[in-house]
């Protein structure tokens, strides 16, 4: 998937997009990508000239090791992010490792930059369940489960003892969310008792709300 898009589209046109950089413009940009001192502008160029020309297996490694200077300086308060005042379990920090991890799916699986973002999914997802950050838990054990970091019925069973420890009052729709998704975990785990015993309690939260 591309994850660039026109920022604006309209009657008359639309803004850039990254096939309007191929070729020579792209050849230019990689030149001189040490130039960039801003990490997330230099993982995007770099991520930019690898969706152009994938031969370029360079621009691929620079842009993750990029997007992961980006997630270590959101993280110590260098790099600050728009959405989160808990900087490191906010939605850019979540967004670079979906793309870091999205690269090194196609990449290698075991390349080290691969290896430390599936490192890094795995903590913040289990610190998102210690405290129990209930958006950031949904958002990053879907993501472990749609790149198949962790065992998926470990991510479902830490859904299950979040969810099981929300107040009564908690909103259903996050509740049947959480439940969906250790159902979904369970599923991928084979654990196909579990996984129905989930489903019923999600279906049980629509019933409440209804």
Same mark, same amino acid.
């Not at 969310?177 to 019923?200: F, M, N, T």
């Given at each position: 998937?591309?994850?660039?898009?026109?920022?604006?589209?309209?009657?008359?046109?639309?803004?850039?997009?990254?096939?309007?950089?191929?070729?020579?413009?792209?050849?230019?940009?990689?030149?001189?990508?040490?130039?960039?001192?801003?990490?997330?502008?230099?993982?995007?160029?770099?991520?930019?000239?690898?969706? +152009? !020309?994938?031969?370029?297996?360079?621009?691929?490694? *620079?842009?993750?090791? @990029?997007?992961? $200077? &980006?997630?270590? #300086?959101?993280?110590?308060?260098?790099?600050?992010?728009?959405?989160?005042?808990?900087?490191?379990?906010?939605?850019?920090?979540?967004?670079?490792?979906?793309?870091?991890?999205?690269?090194?799916?196609?990449?290698?699986?075991?390349?080290?930059?691969?290896?430390?973002?599936?490192?890094?999914?795995?903590?913040?997802?289990?610190?998102?369940?210690?405290?129990?950050?209930?958006?950031?838990?949904?958002?990053?054990?879907? +993501? !472990?489960?749609?790149?198949?970091?962790?065992?998926? *019925?470990?991510?479902? @069973?830490?859904? $299950? &003892?979040?969810? #099981?420890?929300?107040?009564?009052?908690?909103?259903?729709?996050?509740?049947?969310?959480?439940?969906?998704?250790?159902?979904?975990?369970?599923?991928?785990?084979?654990?196909?008792?579990?996984?129905?015993?989930?489903?019923?309690?999600?279906?049980?939260?629509?019933?409440?709300?209804?």
């Amino acid at each position: 998937m591309d994850p660039f898009g026109p920022m604006m589209v309209g009657p008359r046109g639309r803004s850039a997009i990254a096939d309007d950089f191929r070729g020579e413009p792209s050849a230019i940009l990689l030149t001189n990508l040490s130039r960039f001192k801003h990490s997330v502008l230099r993982a995007r160029i770099a991520d930019l000239c690898w969706i +152009l !020309d994938r031969k370029r297996s360079e621009a691929a490694v *620079a842009a993750m090791s @990029a997007y992961l $200077e &980006a997630f270590e #300086q959101i993280e110590n308060g260098t790099l600050k992010s728009r959405f989160s005042d808990d900087e490191a379990l906010g939605h850019d920090s979540i967004e670079i490792l979906w793309r870091t991890l999205q690269i090194g799916r196609q990449i290698g699986w075991d390349k080290e930059s691969t290896k430390i973002a599936r490192t890094l999914l795995v903590n913040h997802r289990l610190r998102a369940v210690k405290e129990g950050a209930i958006s950031e838990i949904r958002e990053l054990s879907e +993501l !472990d489960l749609n790149f198949g970091v962790s065992d998926p *019925a470990d991510v479902a @069973a830490d859904i $299950e &003892a979040t969810v #099981q420890k929300l107040s009564s009052s908690t909103d259903f729709h996050q509740r049947n969310w959480l439940w969906k998704l250790a159902a979904k975990g369970y599923h991928y785990g084979k654990q196909s008792d579990v996984a129905e015993h989930a489903w019923i309690e999600a279906a049980e939260c629509l019933v409440a709300l209804a």
